[in-house]
């Protein structure tokens, strides 16, 4: 079984090397020796989110706080191609679904959209609560993923950023059930932002489509079925794995 991954703050383990002390403390130290019960001589893995990463073992437990000394480290930088995934807010924490596995299939960052359509709705205190919430979300879900890189959480976008942020893309690619082209078709740029937009339940409105479409992106399919909003996503990504990083 892969060991258990905590993250500590970014940064904080530059020039770590084999045999430095790394302490765990906070939430993740918490939780580490409250929840999982390490103890002396385990393995564990430490990473900082941003593409550092350590083998290392429990030297030391204390009440909140883990001691570990480095065995090994690795470092992965940035994938480029970056995949950034638009989903629309959905009920019944489908967006949030949606993130969470787009994230364990390497997601580089999310951007929540507040689709026309969306029945969901951040309002004022709402933003910060759901900006928090998904950013929880993708950590929980690169730690079990035992991923290099937590996705950046981007703030919330209406439709007239996302079509600027399309129009910025290497590559901008909307779902739609109607398109014609499928998405395994499209040639994927080697460097820059790939954006992949998912509408909610009730589909991307033709205003939507059409600002999209005044910006120079296409919409595509990807197979005959028609895929709920938390799964659409994903399954794109898996496609765009299957044409890029995963070969």
Do not use: Y
Not at 48 to 58: L, P, Q, T
Not at 159 to 187: K, Y
Not at 195 to 200: D, K, M, Q, R, S
């Amino acid at each position: 079984m892969t060991a258990p991954l905590f993250l500590v703050a970014p940064g904080s383990l530059a020039g770590a090397m084999a045999g430095t002390t790394v302490s765990i403390g906070g939430s993740e130290g918490h939780h580490a020796v409250s929840v999982h019960r390490l103890r002396i001589g385990e393995e564990v893995l430490v990473g900082d989110g941003a593409g550092v990463r350590v083998s290392a073992e429990v030297v030391g437990v204390e009440r909140h706080t883990l001691l570990t000394r480095v065995i090994e480290v690795q470092v992965r930088p940035p994938e480029d191609p970056r995949f950034v995934l638009v989903q629309a807010l959905a009920k019944g924490d489908r967006d949030e679904q949606a993130i969470e596995a787009a994230t364990e299939l390497g997601v580089d960052a999310v951007v929540p959209w507040q689709a026309s359509r969306s029945v969901v709705q951040w309002r004022a205190d709402k933003v910060a609560r759901g900006q928090a919430r998904w950013e929880s979300i993708v950590v929980a879900a690169a730690k079990q993923s035992r991923r290099f890189q937590v996705p950046q959480v981007r703030p919330l976008a209406r439709t007239a950023d996302v079509a600027r942020l399309l129009a910025d893309a290497a590559l901008g690619i909307v779902l739609h059930e109607e398109a014609d082209r499928p998405l395994a078709s499209v040639e994927l740029p080697p460097t820059g932002e790939i954006v992949l937009v998912v509408g909610p339940e009730g589909g991307i409105a033709q205003t939507e489509l059409d600002a999209f479409a005044a910006v120079g992106v296409v919409a595509v399919r990807l197979g005959p079925e028609v895929l709920r909003t938390s799964t659409a996503g994903p399954a794109a990504l898996a496609v765009l794995n299957g044409m890029s990083r995963w070969r």
